[in-house]
């Protein structure tokens, strides 16, 4: 894992796959012999963790992220959440493709390096590249889905029936009620996916139904502060996911994985999205009041030192 260097050498964060370190650690030996400080985690750090605080805190030191792109790394939660992360740090993205796994969306006309072909020329190219990047994130167009009056109508039906059982639990606490409402609308919103698989709102509401599953699945162990493993949450954050690799400011998606990293225990990185949902919200105009309980809620679960407060001295 590098290190800093006490030189203030450009410092690159190279995002990949585990299946491809050993051309992560390629392209790390090729940037620092052009003289940048790159930062890789070849470690054990990612066990259990989707984004841990030491990851989070090299991407916020770097001045770009090398992202390694392949059908690994388009599969990864770990790729995902740092690539999600780097963006809402500002960070400039710069991939560097070794198939033909499609690039995110919102990636997709950004510059990157072709590594399938001469691959020592192509690092030379991309040292060249990092010298050169703009300041801040990278720019992205974001298209308005459209909406037809049928696919209106379902989202209204969901999204409805979604709240309804959430405020049943919140006000009765009354989970054989409130299971039974889940299951009503799991039919629905399992024909929506397969009728609108690309909307965006719908892969939302497909992200929080699992989201609510666990949540009444494991009720108990959640109210005594625990977070038992489930893979209905891996099957939340993918709609989640993709939903932000075509618009990564889309921010019922970025409050809805941070909903998951809470259910994960990853408080300190579910705060970090969820206060994002509430700044693009704000930007475009909307009162997040759903996220702003959701962080009001994770900030309570997180375990901050108090300060101690002393008595001033008197002198006798």
Not at 41 to 63: P, T, Y
Not at 151 to 177: C, K, Y
Not at 286 to 300: C, M, T, W
Request: hydrophobic share 45%.
């Amino acid at each position: 894992m590098s290190r800093d260097n006490p030189k203030k050498r450009s410092r690159i964060f190279v995002s990949h796959a585990s299946a491809n370190l050993n051309v992560a650690q390629e392209v790390e030996g090729a940037l620092e012999a052009a003289g940048f400080n790159p930062w890789l985690d070849d470690s054990d750090i990612r066990v259990g963790v989707l984004l841990g605080k030491e990851l989070r805190q090299a991407i916020a030191a770097s001045q770009a992220v090398v992202l390694i792109w392949s059908k690994p790394a388009a599969a990864s939660r770990w790729v995902a959440a740092e690539v999600l992360t780097a963006f809402h740090l500002d960070r400039f993205i710069v991939p560097c493709v070794l198939t033909a796994a499609p690039l995110p969306q919102f990636l997709s006309r950004s510059i990157y390096c072709d590594l399938r072909g001469r691959r020592s020329a192509a690092l030379k190219r991309l040292a060249e590249q990092l010298k050169r990047i703009p300041r801040g994130r990278n720019e992205f167009l974001a298209m308005t889905a459209y909406e037809n009056d049928e696919l209106a109508r379902a989202i209204r039906s969901i999204s409805g029936q979604q709240r309804e059982m959430l405020d049943r639990l919140d006000s009765t606490a009354d989970l054989s009620v409130a299971r039974g409402l889940q299951a009503k609308l799991d039919p629905e919103m399992r024909a929506a996916e397969k009728r609108w698989r690309y909307d965006p709102t719908i892969l939302n509401l497909a992200g929080y139904h699992r989201k609510n599953a666990y949540m009444l699945r494991h009720w108990e162990e959640y109210c005594a502060g625990r977070f038992p493993a489930d893979p209905l949450l891996q099957e939340a954050d993918r709609f989640f996911f993709e939903t932000l690799f075509v618009n990564p400011v889309d921010y019922s998606a970025l409050n809805g994985l941070g909903n998951v990293l809470l259910f994960e225990g990853e408080l300190d990185a579910a705060e970090f999205f969820v206060e994002r949902a509430i700044r693009c919200a704000t930007l475009d105009g909307f009162n997040y009041q759903e996220a702003v309980g959701d962080l009001k809620l994770i900030r309570s679960r997180t375990l901050r030192p108090r300060k101690r407060r002393v008595k001033p001295r008197v002198e006798e």
